[in-house]
């Protein structure tokens, strides 16, 4: 039977057209030697042990964010881990990283596709965006369009690089990964900033900003994360939400937005993009039946991050310089949601107030002051600016 089984893994390596091309004739034995048996050589049980011979130190990937969720699950601990300690194990375990076929293995074995990496990089997380793709609302009257891996979401602009044909893998590499870093290319290791760009031509920009804080054209941002646990399963039939992995939980969210993301300082000093990692709220529905808390705040933590949504655009200059609420510095005269009307222990989800960056910091008022005055260097550049804009349109216009 272990030699039939052998047989038959050789027969598709040799056939599957995508697999590649240095695994094709290798005898069988080469990957499935682990103790003589038939066992996975890709296991992350194993350590990639039929693997790593050919693929030195690439098991050291297990070790790392995709293996581990090492931060995923300190959050969980220390929100709703607090009133569930079977949380993570209810609700947060499809995606571990089981062994090297997760992703090498979807067309025999071959390098992973960017609809490959989407498997597990989708929903809110980051991934989806980069082909255009944002998480659609949680009630089932908005799951509707085109179905990827069991889930429909609204079509957005996508990443300029993906337009490109560029995979993860041109900036994500394996030895990046298998190294515990994030990427293996930053923007200027492929770009240089042109110098006829106005905004490229401040120093300020330059030294102070990831490029993605102006790039980014849209993020997926989701405020008030609710999680309505069901110890009785009658009580859902009053819900009518999207289900999810366990079937003790629902999940909901107060508002889901597609803009210009919030922006803060990342843990490089930076001004980056920031998001809600999450705003967490927890109902216990019989309890709440029974005159029980809702809606209990657990935590309200950001974090920095690359939306990987960029264009060749940009923001203009009011964008940052005269948007407070972009910083988490919402004044109360635009406020337009009551938070504390609607029970939610937070006076708005943008302002600082009650909130951290689990990556970063958010920027001070007194910085934000600085940003936003109105001083001769930055009335020329924002004159210069419109101007440049006028001549476009001038020119566009003529026969």
Same mark, same amino acid.
């Given at each position: 039977?272990?030699?039939?089984?052998?047989?038959?893994?050789?027969?598709?390596?040799?056939?599957?057209?995508? &697999?590649?091309?240095?695994?094709?004739?290798?005898?069988?034995?080469?990957?499935?030697?682990?103790?003589?048996?038939?066992?996975?050589?890709?296991?992350?049980?194993?350590?990639?042990?039929?693997?790593?011979?050919?693929?030195?130190?690439?098991?050291?990937?297990?070790?790392?964010?995709?293996?581990?969720?090492?931060?995923?699950?300190?959050?969980?601990?220390?929100?709703?881990?607090?009133?569930?300690?079977?949380?993570?194990?209810?609700?947060?375990?499809?995606?571990?990283?089981?062994?090297?076929?997760?992703?090498?293995?979807?067309?025999?074995?071959?390098?992973?596709?960017?609809?490959?990496?989407?498997?597990?990089?989708?929903?809110?997380?980051?991934?989806?965006?980069?082909?255009?793709?944002?998480?659609?609302?949680?009630?089932?009257?908005?799951?509707?369009?085109?179905?990827?891996?069991?889930?429909?979401?609204?079509?957005?602009?996508?990443?300029?690089?993906?337009?490109?044909?560029?995979?993860?893998?041109?900036?994500?590499?394996?030895?990046?990964?298998?190294?515990?870093?994030?990427?293996?290319?930053?923007?200027?290791?492929?770009?240089?900033?042109?110098?006829?760009?106005?905004?490229?031509?401040?120093?300020?920009?330059?030294?102070?900003?990831?490029?993605?804080?102006?790039?980014?054209?849209?993020?997926?941002?989701?405020?008030?994360?609710?999680?309505?646990?069901?110890?009785?399963?009658?009580?859902?039939?009053?819900?009518?939400?999207?289900?999810?992995?366990?079937?003790?939980?629902?999940?909901?969210?107060?508002?889901?937005?597609?803009?210009?993301?919030?922006?803060?300082?990342?843990?490089?000093?930076?001004?980056?993009?920031?998001?809600?990692?999450?705003?967490?709220?927890?109902?216990?529905?019989?309890?709440?039946?029974?005159?029980?808390?809702?809606?209990?705040?657990? &935590? &309200?933590?950001?974090?920095?991050?690359?939306?990987?949504?960029?264009?060749?655009?940009?923001?203009?200059?009011?964008?940052?310089?005269?948007?407070?609420?972009?910083?988490?510095?919402?004044?109360?005269?635009?406020?337009?949601?009551?938070?504390?009307?609607?029970?939610?222990?937070?006076?708005?989800?943008?302002?600082?107030?009650?909130?951290?960056?689990?990556?970063?910091?958010?920027?001070?008022? &007194?910085?934000?002051?600085?940003?936003?005055?109105?001083?001769?260097?930055?009335?020329?550049?924002?004159?210069?600016?419109?101007?440049?804009?006028?001549?476009?349109?001038?020119?566009?216009?003529?026969?």
């Amino acid at each position: 039977m272990r030699w039939m089984m052998f047989f038959i893994v050789g027969f598709f390596l040799a056939n599957s057209p995508d &697999a590649t091309a240095a695994h094709v004739g290798l005898a069988c034995g080469s990957c499935h030697r682990q103790g003589g048996s038939s066992s996975d050589p890709a296991s992350r049980e194993s350590r990639a042990s039929g693997c790593v011979g050919c693929h030195q130190g690439r098991e050291r990937i297990f070790d790392h964010a995709m293996g581990q969720r090492a931060g995923e699950k300190r959050f969980v601990q220390r929100s709703y881990g607090r009133l569930d300690s079977d949380f993570w194990d209810k609700n947060c375990t499809s995606c571990h990283l089981k062994g090297c076929l997760d992703c090498h293995g979807e067309r025999g074995i071959s390098k992973p596709s960017v609809a490959t990496c989407q498997r597990c990089h989708n929903g809110y997380y980051t991934g989806w965006d980069y082909s255009g793709r944002a998480p659609r609302e949680d009630n089932m009257r908005y799951q509707r369009g085109v179905v990827v891996n069991g889930a429909t979401f609204l079509k957005m602009l996508p990443d300029v690089h993906y337009s490109a044909g560029m995979t993860c893998g041109a900036c994500h590499s394996m030895d990046s990964l298998t190294k515990g870093k994030k990427s293996s290319k930053g923007c200027y290791d492929c770009h240089t900033p042109d110098q006829n760009v106005l905004e490229h031509r401040i120093p300020a920009h330059l030294q102070r900003l990831e490029c993605y804080a102006c790039h980014s054209a849209w993020a997926p941002q989701e405020y008030g994360t609710f999680f309505l646990r069901f110890r009785d399963q009658r009580l859902k039939e009053d819900f009518d939400l999207t289900p999810g992995p366990s079937p003790e939980y629902l999940r909901s969210a107060y508002l889901k937005r597609q803009d210009a993301p919030p922006l803060g300082i990342n843990a490089a000093g930076r001004v980056s993009p920031i998001r809600p990692m999450f705003i967490s709220y927890y109902t216990d529905i019989m309890r709440a039946r029974n005159s029980g808390p809702e809606n209990t705040l657990l &935590a &309200a933590e950001w974090r920095a991050y690359f939306p990987h949504t960029v264009q060749r655009g940009t923001v203009t200059c009011e964008g940052c310089h005269d948007n407070p609420t972009r910083f988490l510095l919402e004044p109360e005269a635009r406020r337009i949601y009551d938070l504390r009307k609607d029970g939610m222990g937070l006076e708005s989800f943008w302002l600082q107030n009650g909130q951290r960056v689990s990556n970063g910091s958010f920027m001070d008022g &007194a910085r934000y002051l600085r940003l936003s005055s109105k001083s001769p260097a930055y009335t020329k550049a924002y004159l210069e600016k419109w101007k440049n804009f006028l001549n476009r349109v001038e020119n566009s216009s003529r026969p």
